[in-house]
C-alpha cells in the first residue's frame, strides 16, 4: 500500500502535504472512494473536488491551491494518474508455461517466461519472443513472429508471416493478416487477386477489440511504432500508418493509404484509398476523408450538429431547395441590371 | 402440433373460427406454406392476406374482417406471432454437460443444469449460473459471473470480472470487457491508461455478433436490464445504457456517455464521449449525436435522401457556393437600401 | 520458376519479346524487384514504368509501346496480373487431415481431402464437401453444409442449418448465421422475435473478417453466387444479395432489403431495410440508402468534401441559416413586386 511520500518520489510529482497518507488503489472523482487515489484533469469536473470521498487527488498546479486534503501536483494530473493506477493493474498479469490443451506445432520454441493459454494454436515455424502472452483460444498463424512482451489479449487471429513488434497488445477478437479485398473483373465474374503481402506492427502499438488489418497484395500493410487503434476498426490492404498515430472506433481506411505521425483520426471516420495524410493531422470524428490532407492540421468533412427530426427535416428541404433559390436570386440581379462575372459557374462547379 | 384453439387459450387471442385447426409451424405471408401460421403487421402487406397458402394467419382487429379464413385475431399481431413461434424454436435447446474438450478452471463449479461447449475455456474463480449455455469456443474470464440462464452463443469473449445478469444472450463473437482506449500522452507517446473497472449487464439483455463493450478505466460501463445491441457496435469505456433501450447494428458510443431508458437508436449511428440522452429518445439512423438530448423526443442530424451521383454533386456544389450566395443577397440588399441587424452574425456563427 | 513463353501460352497473352525471361515471384511497380513480375494498370503510376527492377511488365496495349524491357501485353493487365499471381499464392495451401485437437461430432464424415483444422469444432449433423478447409478454432454449427473447396480460413462460425456453396472463402472471425436482431415490444419491455430461418450462400462468395450475417427470421437470408462482401459488414436477417454483387467494408444492410446482381456497393455505406435495389446499381462510398433504387446507375447521399475544420464551421453556419437567407430573398422579392407560385412550398417540402 504505497504512501503519497513513495508516489511523489517515484513519479516525480510535488507533495505539499503529509508524506505518510496512503492508498490502495485508485477510484473516480464523483463521489470518490475512502482510500483511494483520484484526479482531477476535467475543468468540468472541478467542482467535485471539494466534495470528493477519496483519500488523495492528483491535481495540477493550477488547482492545487483549490484543494486543501491530501494531494499530489503534477504538471499532467492525467498522465500521472495513469502511471500511479498502472500500479494497481493486475489484468496483464500472467503465470508463465503452456497450457495442456494448446497446440503448439512442433519445432516452436516457447521461451519458459511465454504464456500460451488454453484452447490456443501456434502454427509451424512461428517465433515466440520473451514474455510474450497468448491468450486462450487465440491463433498464431505459420512463420508469424511475436516481439517480447507482446499480449494477445484472447481469441485473436494473427495470419500467416505477421510480424509484430515488442510490447504489442492486440484486444480479443482482432484480426492481423486477413486477405485483402483485391477483386479483379473477370469474364465471368469477380476474380480473387492474390494476397501475397503480410502485416508488419512496430513496438508499443494497441488494437481494439475485433478490428480487422488486412494483408497486402504485393507489398505489406505497416503500422509503425506506437500507433494505437481502437476497437472494430478496418484497415484495408498496404495502407501505412506512421508513428504515434491515434485512431478511434469503428473508422475504416480504404487501400493503400497513407497515414502520417502523430495524427488523430475521431472515430466513425472514413479514409479513401490511394491518399496521403501528412504528419499531425487532426481529424475530427465523423469525417469522410476523401483526398490527401497535408499535415499538420485539423480537417472535418460535415459537422452538422443533432437536432429535433422535425428541424432536420426543414434543414434538407432548404438544402434540396438550394438550385431554386440561386435562380430567384438571379432574377432579382437580372431585374435591378446587375451583371454576373460567375454566373456560368453555378452549374458547372 | 398445437391447435388454434389451444394457441388462442395459452395466448389470450380471439379465435372467430374452428378450433380444431392445427399447425405446425411458422411461416411468411407471401406465399406462406400449407399447415403454417403467419400473420398480419405491416399494413403494406396487406394484399397479400387473400392469398396466402397459410393454414392460419394472426391478425390486428382492424383486418379480421378481411380474412375469410382461419385466423387469430390479436391486440398486437406481431406479438402475438413473436410467443407463438418460439413453441417452435429449438435452436436455443441445449443437453447439459461440460464436452471432453472444454477447459473449466479447477474450483469453478458448473451446475448439472449447465452446458460448457467443446473448445470452450472458464477461467479461475468465474461463477456459472443454472442452465447457462457456454457454447463452443467461448472463454469466460477470472471472476465473471454468469447469470442463470444466460447464453454464450458460441466463441464469445467474457473478460476479467465481468458481470451478466439472468437470460442474457450474447451472439457469437461479441467481445466484453475487453481493454478501453485510455491513453495520456507522455513524453515518448502516447501511454496506457490503466483499465481497472469492468462491466455490468443486466438481466435480459442481448448482444449482437462481433459487437464489443469495454471495461471501465476506474468504474464499470453498465448495461441496465432489458437492452438490446444489434451486431457490430462498439460500447465505449464508462458508456451507461438505460433499461429496455435498444441500439441498432454499426452504431458507436464514445465514452462515458449516459444513454437513458426505453431510447431507440438508430443503426450506423455515431454517439459522442460525456454527454448525456434522456430517456425515451428516439435517435434516426445515420446520426451523429454530439452533444446530449432531453427526452423524450426524435432527433437527427442529417437527413440527405440518396439521388444520382449527378444530382449530389449540384447539390454539394450549391452548398459549397453559399457563402457567395449569401454575399450576392447582401449585395441587394444595399443596393436596395435595406439595412440587416444581424449582419455581423453571418460569418461568426 | 515459370518463362514469360509459358506465362503467354497458359493466360492466352501477347509476348513481343524474349520467352526464355524467367520470374519467380511478382512485385509492385515502385521500386519493383530483380526476378520478378510486375504489371501497370493504374494510369497515375505510369512514369514508374521507365525505372522499375522488375524482371517483366504486364501492360496494356495502349502502354506496350512505352516499355522496351520484358514484358507481356494483356487486354486487362490487372486481370492477368491476378492470374498469374495465383501461381505464386501458397497461403491456401493444406495438407488434408483432421487435427487431433478438432472435435467432430460422431456421424459427421469428413472426406480424406479435406482439413479440420486445430481446436476446431463441427457439430452434429454438419455436412463436409470435398477438399473443404475448416481452419483452426473455427465452428461448424449443426446440419450446417459446407460446398467443396469452401474454405474457412480461421476461427469463423457457421452456424446452425447454415448452407456454404463450392469455393466460398469465409475469413478470419466472420459469423453467418446469427440470431436476427428481431423484437417485438411487449407490456414488460422488449421480447425475442424467433429467427426460425437460415442463410444460403452461393458458389465463389467471398466474406471479409468479422463481418456478421444473420440468420432469416422465417425464411432465409441469401447470398447469390459470386458475392464479395468486405471486412466488418452487417448483414441483417432475410437480406437478399445477388449474384456478383460486391460491397466493400464498414457497410451495413437493414433487414429484409434486396440489393440486385452486379452492384459495387462503396465502403461506409448504410443501407436502409425493405428496400429493392436493382441491378447493376453503383453507390458511391459513404452513401445513406434510404430508398428503392432503380438500376443501372450511380447513386450517392453526400459527397462533402473534407477541408479545414475551420472552413466546415462555416459551411454548416451557412447551411444553419439557410432559412433566414430565404426570408430576406422574399423580402426582397416583396419589396420588388413580385409574386411567387411556389411561396407556400417552403416550410412545407
Redesign the interface.
Known amino acids: 500500500m504505497p504512501t503519497l511520500g513513495e508516489l511523489a518520489q517515484r513519479f516525480g510529482l510535488e507533495l505539499p502535504g503529509d508524506p505518510a497518507v496512503a492508498v490502495d488503489?485508485?477510484?473516480?472523482i464523483d463521489p470518490g472512494q475512502p482510500g483511494k487515489l483520484?484526479f482531477l484533469a476535467n475543468p468540468r469536473l472541478r467542482d467535485k473536488l471539494a466534495g470528493t470521498r477519496a483519500a488523495a487527488v492528483i491535481v495540477g498546479k493550477a488547482d492545487a491551491a483549490r484543494y486543501a486534503g491530501p494531494k499530489l501536483v503534477a504538471r499532467?494530473p492525467?498522465?500521472a494518474?495513469?502511471?500511479v493506477?498502472?500500479l494497481?493493474?493486475r489484468?496483464s498479469e500472467f503465470l508463465p508455461g503452456v497450457?495442456a490443451?494448446a497446440?503448439v506445432a512442433p519445432g516452436v520454441h516457447v521461451p519458459a517466461s511465454a504464456h500460451v493459454?488454453?484452447?490456443?494454436?501456434i502454427?509451424a515455424g512461428a517465433r515466440v519472443g520473451e514474455s510474450v502472452f497468448v491468450g486462450?483460444?487465440s491463433?498464431v498463424?505459420r512463420d508469424a513472429v511475436l516481439g517480447d512482451g507482446t499480449r494477445l489479449?484472447?481469441?485473436v487471429?494473427i495470419?500467416?508471416r505477421v510480424q509484430l513488434g515488442k510490447r504489442v497488445?492486440i484486444?480479443?477478437?482482432a484480426?492481423i493478416g486477413?486477405?485483402g479485398?483485391?477483386?479483379?473483373?473477370?469474364p465471368k465474374?469477380?476474380?480473387?487477386?492474390?494476397?501475397?503481402g503480410s502485416v508488419r506492427i512496430g513496438d508499443?502499438v494497441?488494437v481494439?477489440?475485433?478490428t480487422?488489418i488486412?494483408r497486402g497484395a504485393?507489398?505489406d500493410t505497416v503500422l509503425e511504432?506506437?500507433v494505437?487503434l481502437?476497437?472494430?476498426i478496418?484497415i484495408?490492404h498496404n495502407v501505412r500508418i506512421g508513428?504515434?498515430t491515434?485512431i478511434?472506433?469503428?473508422t475504416?481506411v480504404?487501400g493503400s493509404t497513407r497515414i502520417g505521425a502523430r495524427c488523430m483520426i475521431g472515430?466513425?471516420s472514413?479514409i479513401?484509398g490511394h491518399i496521403d495524410i501528412g504528419d499531425d493531422v487532426?481529424?475530427?470524428?465523423?469525417?469522410?476523408?476523401?483526398?490527401s490532407?497535408a499535415g499538420p492540421?485539423?480537417?472535418?468533412?460535415?459537422?452538422?450538429?443533432?437536432?429535433?427530426?422535425?428541424e432536420?427535416?426543414?434543414?434538407?428541404?432548404?438544402?434540396?431547395?438550394?438550385?431554386?433559390?440561386?435562380e430567384?436570386?438571379a432574377?432579382?440581379?437580372k431585374?435591378?441590371g446587375?451583371e454576373?462575372q460567375?454566373a456560368n459557374d453555378?452549374?458547372n462547379?
Open positions: 488503489g485508485v477510484c473516480g483520484t499532467d492525467y498522465l494518474f495513469a502511471r493506477a498502472a494497481f493493474d489484468s497450457h490443451s497446440q493459454g488454453a484452447a490456443a494454436v502454427e486462450p483460444g491463433i498463424g489479449d484472447a481469441r487471429v495470419g500467416e497488445r484486444n480479443p477478437g484480426v486477413s486477405r479485398f483485391g477483386l479483379a473483373r473477370g465474374g469477380w476474380e480473387e487477386v492474390p494476397q501475397l508499443d494497441e481494439g477489440a475485433n480487422t488486412d504485393v507489398d511504432d506506437g494505437k481502437d476497437n472494430l478496418q484495408a508513428a504515434h491515434a478511434a472506433g469503428c475504416g480504404a472515430g466513425a472514413t479513401n487532426i481529424v475530427m470524428g465523423f469525417t469522410t476523408v476523401t483526398k490532407l492540421g485539423q480537417y472535418a468533412s460535415s459537422m452538422w450538429s443533432v437536432e429535433t427530426a422535425r432536420w427535416r426543414r434543414i434538407t428541404a432548404r438544402v434540396r431547395r438550394l438550385g431554386r433559390t440561386e430567384r436570386l432574377a432579382l440581379e431585374r435591378l446587375i454576373r460567375d453555378d452549374e462547379a
